[in-house]
């Protein structure tokens, strides 16, 4: 029996053997992606039978537990960075990135004050201000990584309420957005205590964006009743189609009405770092905030979002940690000017998660994010044009923000048969998992929905999963019509 290796340490030759061979193994990884099923799910049953088993109280040899992880766990799974990953809003990563966060976690940095991690304060901080700059904010603004956007726009409507409510007005605040407005603000509403009732989702129009008249109208109904209207949630580029709301308009509107405007950019904000893009979310600059998940359009690992501020002394206002709260951080405060990050986030112990974009950015260069993203933007118009060549096909919204969805809709079907048929080709396609191409729900109709922001998409990929989904749809069709013989 081995003596127990309390001090948790590897000898330096069995060290180097096994982060070389991560390294090894993320490089062969990447190199044969392209050819690896998009998905690959396996039973529970199937599961348990390999990695079910008493805790183990002896070492073992560290390459063939790296063995075990690639054999039995990491082979049931997605492959969020795999070329025809088009469903959800994938996570195409970088491996510059991905070493940046071994780096991060090899020094197990703590990044929530001056005193721990002052170097990190000024690394995070200069990333923030160069997404500040393109987005076209002011100085006064600034902002905090945190781990997705459900945490950002949290964090955005806790900012928004303490900056124009006060405590006995909590009960009756107003937030409003589009029927298009993601769940993470109804959570992060049922989260902070308010009623149902206080988010008012109001209909979108036919190209899916925030109609002004109807908030206006909204907003000062609501206050006849006497409540308090206090925030807008605007979409930067919506999951389901990729909308973008008129932002100048709402922020016209929150100016005149006085309201705090949030852009939701969690997937689409990225678009900043091109000048088609910028031109896109033409506003967004004069939102009160806006949330950004780098690890969607910025091709970062997870987790990685960021909340920005325009005047970050509200976002200060929120989440500061106060005096009398934590005294045992009294020796950690510093000095004014040594900027302690824990107080702009509502994560005490913070990752240093800014060092992966950082880190990107310097190897790499903003130019080359841009094209990246004008990349991506063209690869969904493309695979649009390949889409509307086949007949088979119908157009439920065009291409925007590298999002384009459709259906397949023959004429003489009723409409919940088509929606089982379209739920059925989503099926065959994550059988089959040579691309994963999922359902939405769009106005009350199952549609089907490809997301290109791969860059490493090539367009024979569009192509081949444009036919492998007529291939699909043609076997789900000869299958309903048996069932209902």
């Known amino acids: 029996m081995k003596t127990p290796n309390y001090l948790l340490e590897l000898e330096t030759d069995e060290a180097r053997a096994l982060g070389y061979g991560i390294v090894d193994r993320l490089l062969a990884y990447q190199k044969r992606l392209s050819e690896m099923p998009v998905v690959r799910v396996k039973t529970q049953e199937e ?64 990044s929530g004050s001056w005193l721990e991690a002052s170097g990190p304060a000024i690394a995070e901080l200069v990333t923030l201000d160069w997404i500040r700059q393109l987005a076209g904010y002011p100085e006064t603004a600034s902002g905090t990584f945190l781990s997705g956007g459900s945490l950002a726009n949290l964090s955005a409507v806790v900012t928004a309420r303490d900056a124009l409510l006060q405590p006995d007005q909590f009960a009756r605040g107003v937030v409003y957005g589009s029927d298009q407005t993601h769940c993470s603000i109804t959570r992060a509403m049922r989260i902070l205590g308010f009623q149902k009732h206080q988010l008012r989702r ?56 006085k309201l705090w405007m949030h852009a939701d950019g969690a997937y689409g904000a990225a678009a900043v770092f091109s000048a088609a893009g910028r031109a896109r979310l033409a506003g967004i600059e004069r939102s009160d905030s806006f949330s950004l998940d780098p690890h969607k359009w910025l091709f970062q690992p997870f987790d990685c979002a960021l909340l920005m501020v325009r005047d970050r002394r509200a976002l200060r206002h929120a989440f500061q940690v106060r005096e009398d709260e934590a005294e045992y951080l009294q020796d950690a405060r510093g000095r004014e000017e040594e900027i302690n990050l824990w107080d702009y986030s509502p994560e005490l112990t913070r990752p240093f998660r800014a060092l992966k974009v950082w880190m990107s950015l310097q190897v790499f260069g903003a130019e080359s994010f841009a094209a990246a993203i004008d990349r991506t ?61 999922l359902s939405t729900g769009l106005r009350g109709r199952t549609v089907l929905r490809l997301c290109t922001i791969n860059p490493r998409t090539s367009d024979e990929d569009i192509v081949k999963t444009v036919e492998t989904l007529g291939q699909s749809a043609r076997k789900a069709m000869q299958d309903l019509d048996k069932l209902s013989r």
């Open 202 to 257: 109001l209909p979108s129009d036919d190209t899916c964006r925030l109609v002004p008249d109807l908030l206006q109208n909204a907003v000062q109904e609501d206050r006849g009743k006497g409540l308090a209207p206090f925030c807008v949630i605007a979409n930067a580029g919506t999951t389901n189609t990729g909308a973008i709301d008129p932002l100048n308009a709402i922020a016209d509107l929150c100016q005149q009405e």
């Open 47 to 110: 599961l348990r039978a390999v990695l079910w088993e008493a805790l183990p109280t002896q070492a073992k040899a560290p390459l063939s537990v790296l063995d075990r992880v690639e054999n039995e766990i990491l082979s049931s799974t997605n492959h969020e960075t795999h070329p025809r990953f088009f469903a959800f809003i994938p996570g195409p990563s970088n491996f510059v990135g991905a070493l940046a966060e071994l780096l991060r976690t090899g020094y197990n940095l703590f």
């Open 377 to 437: 933007m063209r690869l969904a118009q493309f695979a649009e044009a390949q889409l509307r060549e086949d007949p088979l096909w119908e157009i439920t919204s065009r291409a925007q923000t590298a999002v384009v969805t459709f259906r397949c809709a023959p004429q003489s079907w009723a409409a919940e048969r088509i929606d089982a048929l379209n739920r059925a080709i989503a099926a065959r396609m994550q059988e089959e998992a040579f691309a994963l191409v």
